[in-house]
């Protein structure tokens, strides 16, 4: 029953207080970023309970009991949601990169025995056992949380064989019980074609073994293709999203990275989730991403990477209206754990302004693995996924350059990473 005074506030566990500015990214965020100058965050267990100014949020929530951490006049915004990584895998592929920094080409990498590509770090993860993948996951995962992600995708594709890719998976699996970093598994068994076995051979092992003992065993969530020039066709990804989605996967696709065959259309045609890379995705099929509602994820660490001839136009995606996601797509060609790295990029190569930038890396990455119910933004109800950062204005993420370091992350309403110095 209900007292005279009224109904019983609920009692916050944690108390965030003491910002600057706290960045709600809420969903109707007319601002994107849904700045609260020196706002207040209260969580209870692992949930947001209320976030605005200290008397609206003492209004709502009982915080006679929380504990509280004090932001010291930084910023607070959602964890980050990395919606595009190649997390696990074994080894790394320096050698290459330095010589192709250099402008050496694969052919005389690959003659200097230097591992190369897709199939380059294919053999070395055949080579790794589970432990050892585990092992450096985790590595990059400590990373990626003391930038302030709390949800990471992991792609499986470099095992290309039913037996390797259900390992890599498994992986994921490991990770999400053993770290606090939120998991969310895709399976890319079409990453590329293995050496050892026809095209076709290994399409419909994918199609009639993969996709179904992955969805069996509840390994992943998404179902993701690289369809572009020299990968596969957009018959053959059709082929491999459909087995998907008759098998509950839905569906992901790299697309338009290096030529435009169609995958932008084939993505809205299947609903998929998103569409990721769009180097040569044109007006028209922009469009279709949003008329079918596909979340575009754009990587300009990639573009950076690899000296992209023709970065993405990722402010033509936002002009006309898709919603558009940043993603690290960390991966042995690009070794990229930070996302303030990834919006410092996105505002000075892509021209998008701060709070775009900040948008993106939050809310935009949990539209594009269809969680923005759960997670992205700091809105009653979500999961009480925070990170502070020691800077005055969120518009410092995009400005103080290499600067990445997460004073604080919150997960799950637990203070799960404190760094005094950053
Ligand atoms: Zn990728």
Redesign the pocket.
Known sequence: MASEQGPVRPRASLLVTGAAQVLTCAARAPDLVGRIERGVVAIGGDRILAAGSAAEVEAAVDTASAQVVDAAGGIVVPGFVDC?T?LVFAGSRVLEYAGRVQGETAASLAARGVPVGISGTARLLRQASSEELLVQAHERLRHMLACGTTTVEA?SGYGLSTAQELRMLEVNAALARSQPVGIVSTLLGAHEFPEDRSREAYIREIVEEMIPEAARRGLARFNDVYCDDGYYTVEESRRILQAGLEHGLKAKI?TDAYSRIGGCALAAELGAVSA?HLNHATDEDMASLREAGVAGVVMPGLDFAVGHARPVRARRLLELGVEVALAT?M?PGCWLESMPFVIQLACRQYGFAPAQALRAATWGGARALALEDRVGSIEPGKQADLAIFALPTFEDLAYRLGRGRARTVIKDGAVVHADPGA
């Open positions: 595009h190649h792609k790299h990721d797509d991966c």
